[in-house]
């Protein structure tokens, strides 16, 4: 079965798994091209959101971000060279490290957020109302449900 676009295009029906893919790749495509504007890769600017509102270990934030804990520090290391994020000691253990967004980076990341918020507002505004509210709860459920089962902090 196939279904006209607003453009007039016919595009085949997608069942679930194909349209969570599809919508995978659309908004991985918004955050690499707004990400690169800013001289950032997708990564990097994942690691940035998730330094914004907390300062966490770096075994934690391989954990988020489910990367190998040397490919994490070589995000910082690049991010911290631009003034993006800061290593802190952390009292007691001279062997743990902490890491944290700068003023710099969070400028960034807002910024990257807004124009984000911005496109993926303009496309989600092409649901109604209802719609809207109906795929926000539905990605509650799908967040929540691997967040918990990955064990990652929101």
């Known amino acids: 079965m196939t279904t ?8 085949p029906d997608l069942d679930l ?13 918004i955050l690499g091209r707004l990400a690169g504007e800013q001289g950032l890769s997708v990564t990097q600017l994942r690691m940035l959101a998730v330094l914004d509102d907390r300062e966490i270990g770096m075994r934690q934030l391989a ?5 190998e804990k040397s490919s994490v520090t070589g995000l910082v290391d690049r991010a911290e060279r631009r003034g993006l994020v800061r290593r802190i000691a952390v009292p007691g253990n ?8 700068t003023e710099a980076g969070r400028a960034v990341v807002h910024l990257v957020r807004e124009a984000v918020r911005a496109e993926l507002g303009q496309l989600a505004g092409t649901l109604s109302d209802s719609r809207q509210d109906s795929f926000r709860r539905s990605m509650e459920v799908l967040i929540r449900y691997y967040v918990t089962q990955h064990a990652i902090p929101l």
Request: glycine share 8%.
């Open 17 to 29: 798994i194909d349209g969570l893919m599809q919508l995978s790749f659309i908004v991985q495509a």
């Open 63 to 67: 954990g988020i971000l489910e990367l």
């Open 4 to 11: 006209s676009s607003a453009n007039g295009a016919r595009t």
């Open 94 to 101: 001279r062997r743990a490290v902490h890491v944290t967004v």
